[in-house]
């Protein structure tokens, strides 16, 4: 039978016998909204947690509006032309209005980029500056927080926090260290530099296994919490979506309870209920296709969906290389788990050079590929990203399942379409 997933902004088809395929990663079907933008004025005038926004922005003269980068599709060219107009009818104009970008540690955005996120219409009416964690000279340092058993060296973008209102939009999507990406993640990684960075992520390198879709009990995610609340953020709108990529729900005020109840609609969107583990998962790691740092979502997701010793087939186009800003991600990679947890304990958040988050994506890496051998179909990694991934190459999807078959003959297939944002959990057995 002819399967298809997506590749970038295309589609691939593959055969595979009917019989062995046990299941194709559907999501719960949740109706898209009728009314984005009407729900995300519902939404900010009668939020979860705080008080109205146009009651916060009264009489504010620099309100800073966080947003994310392209790796994301929060559709915020239709989002925020609702929230200013509102202000706006509120009193608040343009000047007191601006915008900065929370790309963490990713590059920069590029103009068209930013005209794809925002709109003509915003980029042309307010200031829209660029979060860039490799420039000290924009960060400050506000001392230190706790999470735990984590002390968090915390340092913000100064724009950031010369903010007199702090307001943060994005989605949620299950997330392999914060559990979910949205609520507190624009602040910390969004708008911190390495360092502060690093000390979060330390935390989710440490879990006895990869938190995706663990919000409670996550380290990561509290410190994350934890610098939102000292940097002051204020007021969030995340949005979450259904798996044909249409919001599904709105959600905002507080950063924590707000949150909180998108993700409980996000556990819902993006749940993918399997039988068993499968000996062959073929992934897509759409929508994260960008550079293989974003699409080992993918093979996160995979790996709640594998036996021990399966393959997983993983299909990502990965334009733009393996990553952006951690020149060191190649050494952590070719290293077996045991060494980066080793070394991890050993690095200081504060030593920028250590790349301490690039050893934490390593941390999911050896994760999956200890439990399962893992075939790529990928037109972005070159042979050098291959050999320290571990990874075998393949020309197309059929080629690699072909060969997963004569491997592990009348092995059992698992597809997941959509592997960026999959939360693969087990039928409770009745």
Known sequence: MKYCIPYGKSQVEFKAPEKNVIFTGEMTNIPGLDDLEGAVLCAIDNPIGTAPLKDLAEG??????????????????????????????????????????????????????????????????????????????????????????????????????????????????????AGYSGGAKIVQPGVCDFVTTSATHQAAGFCPDIPLGMVEGNPCRRGMEEVAKIVNLAFIINVVKNYENEVAGVFAGDFIKAHRAGVALAEKSFKVEIPELADIVVVSSSPADLDYWQAEKGTTGAYFAVKNGGIVIFVAPCYEGLCHNHPRFREWLSLPLAEVLKRLRAASPEDVDADMVSAVLAVCNCRVRDKARIFSVSEGLIQEDLDVLHYTPYPTVQDALDEALRQIPCGTIGILPKGGISLPILKPIV
């Open 60 to 177: 504010k003269k620099n309100i800073v509006f966080l947003i994310e980068d392209s790796t994301r599709d929060t559709p915020l060219s239709r989002i925020m032309p609702v929230v200013v107009n509102y202000l706006n009818m509120h009193g608040v104009s343009d000047g007191a209005m601006s915008f900065l970008t929370a790309p963490g540690t990713h590059r920069t955005m590029t103009d068209k980029e930013i005209l794809e996120k925002l709109g003509e219409k915003m980029v042309r009416r307010f200031a829209v500056r660029q979060h860039d964690a490799t420039i000290d000279a924009d960060m400050v340092d506000i001392g230190m927080v706790s999470a735990g058993d984590y002390e968090i060296p915390v340092h913000i973008n100064r724009y950031a926090l010369e903010a007199d209102l702090l307001v943060g939009l994005g989605n949620i999507v299950p997330h392999s260290d």
